[in-house]
Structures are given as structure tokens and as C-alpha cells.
């Protein structure tokens, strides 16, 4: 044992065997052969099946027995695979051109399953004999199964670009492949023309190539400038719409049918997801869905629409939210032949004019090797018709010698010599009835051996001449497409106008609404909100913010780890229960708080502010933090929708928090506690107004230990019950601040120290104001109200964010 212990590199070996599993992946697997455009798991069940005589013309046999024998002769992987690839051969919402008659349930374009192998049949269709008839000419190569007990072919002897055709899609070990179905109408003229226009460029390629064909229709709306460059580079991103037209239901009603869907969408999938649309009333034009799909009328999808509605406005929101727009993402990579044309290599990046042009290589290829194994059958009849010939003119002899012979060995060695003929011509004559070589049959063999001489002088001057070959291979690719499976192309090039523009405001009802924020991050959206205490919350939660807004602006949720998320207060849940978790609309960081939201109705934020100078313009936000800094920002940038991530509006460090923020009004002080019962109050112009994200300024200098915990925003002179600090001690008692017992100092000081002993705990958030949304909308009169006396909340008399 010790002697076959070898100290091999671990790098190189696992180098070495990594190399060998991605190649085994690679060819055994997952990318096609561009020849005949099949992976080998396809190949070999349609071997299999042309095999066991599953022609078109037959009957079907059990896809069980047809799994078996692919899985015990040629396929060692699992049946389940083989029964997949088996079932998408014969999809006809997957394969342009099928490649297997199924009989039974083959599953559905509504995402339903096939029912088990042993309850479904299956059998070659016309057109994949088109890639097996040739295969008793020679013209393929062949290589041991693996048990090494029968042979199967390498390829088959494809009569059309079967990759182009039928497309594909496959992962491998670093390589990925995926190819759009064609018209095989359109690949046959293009082959065709680059076979009289071998310099063919794309773009001349294209005018018999439009682009791919899908089997369930559609359009594809991508420009052919794009097209043109994705043919040219073998990747890029098609995109694809489903088709549809407008039906009059009488009394003024309406309903859009769905005549089409992008290739690889789900029926089934698709229409619970735009039931889900209606259900949730996130287009409100849209009233209903039915499936009328039938075998006559074939895919029909019906939508009701509202009385009065425009219908691309309802298609281009489908289009935008739903997979009636779907991209396909072209990449062409496959197995090529190598230099020694022997080899084949993974590929990728494969041009429209290089799969072609390898495709009439190889059927140039296999056109020679039928005409060679024909001229060999033909030369090998005309060696036998011979020794007829020349036995006949010395038939008199040749009886009397077989006569005079002791058997058939004998007469065979007698007959060699006399008449110059050899072993295969003296079998034929011994074994053939002698009514065969009488004056009457002679002559039949002759005018065959006429034939048959003048078959060969043809086959030889095509073998010679590579333009003759070449007009064959034309002449053969015009005759398939003559063939009934050849029919018109299913998915339309759109034009300019079939294209539909998406705005995401038109498809928005107009309403008045609230954005409710609880304090453990639940959001919720209601109408009208009587008091505050009214809105349901989970046990132990409480609500710390109302946002009024239209359904058409914005919400901005600020956290204390320094990000703000905006979204559009139409996406807000509309709950009369507990709402949802805001972390289910955006990526947030563990334990991150939500410590206020703000709309950007026109009506509650003032407008954005042209800039003066260097300064950017308002309105403002204020922002403190826990570190004791202070900042202004102007709110402009987080008024759009943001992404999941949302955008920084403060830059922290370390254990930082942000404890404050607000929109800054006509206030002109700020106000900020600490832990240690320290309160600052400051001008508002002595903090910066920053461009961007920063980490501001020193608002209250903070001894070790120390933290900042809240403030306020206030106007000097004024008193009402937003224009004060209220404190809550650990001890449980409310300490009240205003600018009449607050002197105002310089901002950056450690500010008053309010007690020896008592800390405080929390800065009490100011009453929360609930819009009076009759008085918005112009429903009641507005009453001025004094500005000294306490602004009037809940349900005592709602007033909204521009009470002063």
C-alpha cells in the first residue's frame, strides 16, 4: 500500500479534477451542439425514439418505456430529467417547431404539470425527422455509450438550424446560454441567401431574419437598431409585450382581451397576479379578469375595464407591473467545432451570420458524406450488375462449370478465373435464381446497370465540384421550406407607436388620506381620523406620527441611523386594522428606529425654494443626534420616491444616533436636552445649511457620558403647545422649557444645568395635529385662530400642520 501512496499538489488535483467535472458539464449537459442545435438528453431520446420506430407516420408508444430505454442505453441521469426534456420537446408554448407528438397531458401554458410517464404517450413529429432521416447514410459520427455497450451518434444529421429555430437556455460551470425561438421560414431564406451571399452582413441578414419568433406570439417592441447590435454581439436584452385589442361590451362598457403573452410567462402566475392588482385596487380602472382561452379562439385573456377609461393607460401599468412586458435576455453561447474540426469547444458571444455559417459548414459536410455513402452503394451495385453482365455473354460456359463442380466453393473457384470476376461478384451469380441471368430478366439488369452508372457519373461530378455541393444544399433548403410545419411567424415587430408610455400618476385616484406610523415601525393608511386614540395599534405599541397627504405625493420616513425612505402614500397599506411593518417596503438595519415621516403635500411642506447664491434652497430640515451635532439640510432630495436601500441624510460615526428631525417653518431657535439635564437654546442661523450629507456642527457641548436626547424647534415670542421643550425625568415628573424661561445663548455651550441629581429620561414629542380635512378641501370656512393661545388637537377640533 505504501508504495501507491503518491504526494501530488492539492492545487493542481483539484485544478485538474474542477477541469474535467466543467467539461463534463459543459458537452454533457447544458450547452447545445451548434449543429444540430441539441443538448445531449434531447439527442438521445429522439435517437432513441427514431430507433424504436416512433416515426411521425407509427403509433405513439409510453413515454415510460421511451424513458427506460433512453435511461438504460444512453442517458445515466435520473428519469425525471429525461421525462422533462422529453414533455418541453413536445410543448408546443415552448418549442417553435415541436419535436415530439405527445398524447395525454403534456401540462399547460397555465403552469399545470404533465401527468406521469406512465400515463402519457409520445412519438416523433414530421420535423424532427428532418434532423434524423440521414442517419443511415453515414453521415454522422458515432461514440460508445457509457457502459460501452452500444453506439450513439455524436450529432444528427440536421437538415435546419434546429439552435435558431427552436432556441435554448442552460446554466454550465461559468458559461450560461440563452437563445430565442425563430421563424424557420425566415432562418431557411437567410441560410439561402448566405449561401448566394457568402459576405452577407447582419444588417442584409436581418431583412430575412426579423427577430425571434416566439411560439405564444407577442411583440417585441425593441428597436432594430438595438436588435441589429444584439445579433451583431450575441447578447443584449429583447424586450417583449403581449399583444391586445379593445372589445365593446354594449352599454357603454368595454373589456381589453389579451391575444398574447411573452415567451416563458406563466398564464396561470399572470392572471392571479393581476386579479391580485384588482383585488388590492392598486388600478382602480380595472374591474375584473376572466380566462376565455379556448382551443378555437385560442389564448384570451379578458379584462373589464372601467366605463370611460382609457385602455393604454390600463395596458402601459400592466405592462410596467405585471409580466405582459417581460426582457429576454439574448446570449448566445454553444459547443463549435475547433480548429480540427473534430473538437468542440464552448463558445460564447456567437454573431447571427457565425451560427449560420457553422450550420451550412456542417451541412455541407453532411451533404458530401450522403452523396459518398450513395456513389459507395451505387459502385458496389454496379460491381455486382457486372458480373451479371459478363456471366450473361458466357452463360453456356458458366453452367457447364457448375455444373462439373463438387459444390458451391468449387464452382466459385472455377468461375474467378474463367470470367475475371471477384468473390462478391461469383456470390451473387451462385446465389441468385437462375431466371435472373435468362434472356428475359438480362435485360433488366442491364438498363439498372445503365441507371446506376449514369446515378454514379452524377454523384461523382457533385463530389467534385464544391459549387454543384452547394446548389444542392440551397435546393434542399428551399424544398423544407415548402413543408406544411413551415408557417407564418407568430410574434409581431412593433412599430413606434405600439409603444406605450408609463406614467405612474395617471393610473392614481386622487384622495385625501393619513399615513399613520406607530412607534414600533407599523404604517398604516386611513381616511379620515377623528382622534388619534381612534386608529387601531398593536398591544403595547403606540402611534408617534399622522402624515396628511394626497394620494399623489410622497411620504419621507426618517430613521436614527441617518437614512431616509420615501415612498408614495398610494403604496402605503390602506388597513382599518394594525397596518404593516415598514420593513416589508424597505431594507433596513437591524434595530434601526423610525423617529419621524413627513409628507410633501404641497399643502403641509412648502414648496422647494429656488437657491440664492452658494445656498441651496428650502425649506430646511433640522437634524440633531446623539453626539450633541446639529445640522440643516434642504429637504428637496428626499421628496422623490427612493429605492429599498433609501438615501443618507446624515453622516454618523461610531455609536451616533439621530435623535431629532424636522421641517424647519418660520421657527428661528432650536432647543436640545441632555441625559445630564443639560438644556441649550440657540439661534436656528447658527447652524450651517449644508449641500449635502455631513455631520454638522456642535449644538451642545456634552461631557463624558453625556448625550443629547431630543429638542425642538422655536419661535421666539410666541406661545402655544408646539412652541416649548417638555422633558420627562427619570423620576417620572415633566419639565416645561420655552423662551421665556430659556435664555438664549451661543450655540456649541454645554447650556443650563437644570439639576444636580435628576437625569432626564426622554423629550415628550409635541401633541400630534390631525388635518382638518373639511377645511382643506374648502368644506367648512377656516376660523383664524390666536397664535398665543394652545393650537386645538384631536378629536377636541383637528388642526392642520399650518396652524400656527
Avoid at 412648502?606 to 429637504?635: F, H, K, M, W
Wanted: proline fraction near 5%; include cysteine; charged fraction near 30%.
Amino acid at each position: 500500500m505504501a508504495n501507491d501512496v503518491q504526494t501530488v499538489s492539492i492545487a493542481d488535483e483539484v485544478r485538474s479534477r474542477m477541469l474535467r467535472y466543467m467539461v463534463s458539464v459543459v458537452k454533457g449537459r447544458a450547452l447545445p451542439d451548434i449543429r444540430d442545435g441539441l443538448k445531449p438528453v434531447q439527442r438521445r431520446i429522439l435517437y432513441s425514439m427514431y430507433d424504436s420506430n416512433l416515426t411521425f407516420d407509427r403509433k405513439a408508444s409510453k413515454c415510460a418505456k421511451i424513458v427506460g430505454d433512453v435511461m438504460g442505453n444512453f442517458h445515466p441521469h435520473g428519469d425525471g430529467a429525461i421525462y422533462e426534456a422529453l414533455v418541453r420537446m413536445s410543448q408546443e408554448w415552448v418549442m417553435r417547431v415541436p419535436l415530439v407528438h405527445g398524447e395525454g397531458n403534456f401540462g399547460s401554458v397555465d403552469g399545470d404539470p404533465p401527468a406521469a410517464y406512465r400515463y402519457t404517450e409520445a412519438k416523433l413529429t414530421r420535423a424532427a425527422e428532418y434532423l434524423l432521416d440521414e442517419i443511415g447514410q453515414e453521415t454522422i459520427d458515432y461514440t460508445g455509450n457509457y457502459s460501452g455497450t452500444r453506439q450513439e451518434p455524436v450529432m444528427l444529421p440536421a437538415q435546419y438550424p434546429n439552435l435558431l429555430v427552436n432556441g435554448t437556455s442552460g446554466i454550465a460551470v461559468g458559461l450560461a446560454t440563452n437563445i430565442p425561438p425563430h421563424n424557420l421560414g425566415e432562418v431557411l431564406r437567410a441560410c439561402v441567401h448566405l449561401i448566394d451571399n457568402p459576405d452577407a452582413t447582419i444588417p442584409q441578414l436581418l431583412e430575412k431574419v426579423k427577430g425571434p419568433d416566439f411560439p405564444l406570439g407577442g411583440k417585441i417592441v425593441t428597436d432594430r437598431a438595438t436588435l441589429r447590435k444584439i445579433y451583431e454581439e450575441g447578447r443584449g436584452s429583447i424586450k417583449i409585450q403581449a399583444e391586445w385589442k379593445l372589445e365593446d361590451l354594449g352599454r357603454g362598457k368595454q373589456q381589453i382581451i389579451v391575444t398574447s403573452i411573452p415567451y416563458g410567462v406563466d398564464k396561470g402566475a399572470l392572471e392571479a397576479l393581476i386579479g391580485g392588482l384588482i383585488e388590492d385596487r392598486k388600478l382602480p380602472q380595472l374591474l375584473d379578469l376572466a380566462n376565455e382561452s379556448n382551443d378555437k379562439d385560442g389564448l384570451r385573456i379578458a379584462l373589464e375595464i372601467k366605463p370611460g377609461t382609457d385602455p393604454n393607460l390600463v395596458m402601459a401599468y400592466l405592462y410596467k407591473h405585471t409580466e405582459l412586458q417581460k426582457n429576454f435576455a439574448y446570449n448566445v453561447t454553444c459547443l463549435v467545432p475547433a480548429e480540427d474540426g473534430v473538437t468542440m469547444v464552448p463558445r460564447d458571444a456567437l454573431s447571427l451570420r457565425e451560427m449560420l455559417r457553422y450550420f451550412l459548414d456542417f451541412r455541407l459536410a453532411t451533404v458530401r458524406r450522403r452523396f459518398e455513402y450513395q456513389l459507395r452503394q451505387l459502385l458496389r451495385r454496379i460491381h455486382l450488375l457486372d458480373g451479371f453482365r459478363i456471366i450473361f455473354d458466357g452463360l453456356d460456359k458458366a453452367i457447364k462449370i457448375i455444373r462439373n463442380s463438387s459444390g458451391k466453393p468449387d464452382a466459385a473457384e472455377k468461375l474467378k478465373p474463367e470470367f475475371g470476376l471477384d468473390d462478391e461478384q461469383v456470390n451473387a451469380v451462385l446465389d441468385a435464381q437462375l431466371y435472373k441471368i435468362a434472356q428475359m430478366e438480362i435485360q433488366k439488369i442491364l438498363d439498372e446497370l445503365k441507371e446506376k452508372k449514369k446515378e454514379a457519373a452524377r454523384i461523382e461530378a457533385l463530389l467534385a465540384s464544391e459549387k454543384k455541393l452547394w446548389g444542392v444544399v440551397k435546393g434542399e433548403l428551399e424544398e423544407l421550406g415548402k413543408q406544411d410545419f413551415v408557417v407564418r411567424r407568430k410574434t409581431r415587430m412593433a412599430s413606434d407607436e405600439d409603444v406605450l408610455e408609463f406614467n405612474e400618476d395617471a393610473y392614481i385616484v386622487r384622495d385625501n388620506t393619513n399615513v399613520v406610523l406607530t412607534r414600533d415601525g407599523w404604517v398604516k393608511r386611513v381616511g379620515r381620523l377623528a382622534s388619534v386614540e381612534s386608529t387601531r395599534v398593536r398591544e403595547g405599541d403606540e402611534v408617534v406620527a399622522v402624515v396628511p397627504g394626497s394620494t399623489l405625493d410622497t411620504v419621507i420616513f426618517f430613521t436614527d441611523d441617518g437614512a431616509a425612505y420615501t415612498m408614495r402614500i398610494n403604496e402605503v397599506p390602506a388597513s382599518s386594522g394594525y397596518g404593516e411593518p415598514i420593513t416589508k417596503f424597505f431594507k433596513m438595519a437591524d434595530q434601526v428606529k423610525v423617529i419621524a415621516a413627513m409628507t410633501t403635500d404641497a399643502r403641509f411642506t412648502q414648496a422647494d425654494q429656488p437657491a440664492e447664491g452658494d445656498l441651496p434652497g428650502g425649506p430646511y430640515l433640522v437634524i440633531a443626534t446623539s453626539a450633541g451635532n446639529v445640522l440643516r439640510l434642504p429637504l428637496a432630495s428626499y421628496r422623490p420616491e427612493s429605492t429599498k436601500v433609501g438615501r443618507r441624510y446624515a453622516k454618523l460615526e461610531g455609536d451616533d444616533k439621530v435623535v431629532f428631525v424636522k421641517l424647519a417653518r418660520d421657527e428661528d431657535g432650536v432647543m436640545l436636552a441632555s441625559r445630564a439635564s443639560h438644556v441649550i437654546y440657540f439661534p436656528l442661523d447658527q447652524v450651517n445649511i449644508l449641500s449635502g450629507v455631513g455631520k454638522g456642527v456642535i449644538g451642545i457641548k456634552l461631557d463624558d457620558g453625556d448625550a443629547c436626547i431630543g429638542g425642538n424647534l422655536i419661535t421666539s415670542g410666541r406661545r402655544n403647545d408646539l412652541n416649548r421643550l417638555v422633558v420627562e425625568t427619570e423620576a417620572g415628573s415633566s419639565e416645561l422649557y420655552t423662551p421665556l424661561n430659556q435664555e438664549s445663548q451661543a450655540r456649541g455651550g454645554k447650556g443650563d444645568k437644570k439639576f444636580a441629581r435628576k437625569k432626564f429620561a426622554r423629550v415628550v414629542p409635541p401633541p400630534i395635529e390631525l388635518a382638518n380635512w373639511d377645511e382643506v378641501e374648502g368644506k367648512t370656512e377656516r376660523k383664524p385662530r390666536d397664535a398665543d393661545k394652545p393650537a386645538e388637537r384631536n378629536g377636541d377640533g383637528p388642526a392642520t400642520l399650518f396652524d400656527e
